[in-house]
């Protein structure tokens, strides 16, 4: 009889805990400047990000920048040797980028650079200096 009891509750609680991990692991797509107002609460979470794609690094191919409504807000999603080099066919798409979002420690006296020779391009130059997405998937939604 403790069975028949038992077994309801345990059903209950299975299913509350399968719907509660569900909604923590799955974050919903948010846009670039939805993404940037709320950065610095969403600094090293894991986060789902769409925007129009603007540019590839043709150097490393391990850089995607996407633009916000406004033409200046930009942010840059970094690959590693895990997920490879972006797509250039993504450029002027609408991509879709899931990765942990940093924050990037900047002095006054150090300049942000990625380049060979200490600089940028000239779009990774003119993104957001301060959060960037350290990419662990991406795709073309568009």
Known sequence: ??????????????VTLLLFAH????????????????????????VIVEGLCTHVCTKSGMKLFLQG?????????????TLGKFDPASVEKNVRVRG????EQISDNSPVSHGEEGEGC???QAAEKIY???ATSYQIID
């Open 132 to 134: 960037y997405i350290a």
């Open 1 to 14: 009889m403790n069975r028949t009891r038992f077994f309801p509750q345990l059903l209950v609680l299975s």
């Open 100 to 103: 942990k979002l940093v924050e």
């Open 69 to 81: 409504t406004d033409k200046t807000q930009t942010l840059r999603a970094e690959s590693d040797a």
């Open 23 to 46: 909604c923590a692991g799955n974050r919903r797509p948010m846009n670039v400047d939805e993404l940037m107002m709320n950065a610095e609460a969403l600094a090293g979470e894991t």
């Open 122 to 124: 000239e779009t990774e």
